[in-house]
């Protein structure tokens, strides 16, 4: 701060007509510039990428599988469907598929929260669009009549694109993970439906 104060009084000094006679310099960290920043990267074709502070740990999977049983059940159900049934292990493999699910789910939470603070109106967009193709995914759930993981994946790539398209400057990562989050909440909370 000193030296922007001792720069402030340089300018000033000067006694140049572009600057004010209270002209000072200031300093500004990142936080100050995040509505700023996609743009300058898309501009300049980097991309973005907003991880989870940290990654969550079994512990913390665990506690949140115990608080929130219905939403797991939710997932142990789907995800049983998904398992051909001349496969060996399901109950192990669902587990998994589960297990991965509430991972997404909450390191997928802790990297939105984190976007929606640093960049409010792109977390608005996503959150319109993720329900738009919510209600797409509902009708397409309802009519559908083949291989489960057939329309797992379908919704999965279709999702992706609709993330990528929407938000050109996210990095392919941050994409993925945005992916993997909205498809485990779907799971958890029941718009992807096997019947």
Not at 8 to 37: C, T
Not at 151 to 157: Q, T, V
Not at 160 to 183: C, G, P, Y
Request: negative net charge; aromatic residues 10%.
């Amino acid at each position: 701060m000193r030296h922007c104060r001792v720069k402030g009084q340089e300018y000033r000094d000067l006694k140049n007509p572009i600057f004010s006679n209270d002209f000072d310099v200031l300093v500004y960290d990142i936080e100050f510039f995040s509505a700023e920043i996609p743009i300058v990267l898309n501009f300049r074709q980097d991309k973005i990428d907003i991880d989870a502070p940290q990654k969550s740990t079994a512990k913390e999977i665990a506690d949140w599988k115990t608080k929130q049983i219905s939403l797991v059940d939710n997932a142990v159900k789907k995800h049983g469907q998904r398992i051909p049934s001349s496969a060996g292990n399901t109950d192990e493999r669902v587990n998994k598929l589960t297990q991965k699910s509430v991972s997404d789910f909450l390191n997928g939470d802790s990297m939105i929260r984190k976007w929606a603070e640093k960049y409010q109106e792109q977390y608005e967009k996503f959150q319109k669009v993720v329900s738009q193709f919510e209600e797409s995914v509902e009708s397409k759930c309802v009519v559908f009549s083949g291989d489960n993981n057939t329309l797992y994946f379908e919704i999965e790539k279709e999702l992706r694109e609709k993330i990528q398209a929407s938000f050109n400057f996210l990095d392919e990562t941050m994409i993925d993970r945005l992916t993997n989050r909205v498809m485990a909440d779907w799971i958890l909370r029941c718009p992807i439906s096997f019947e």
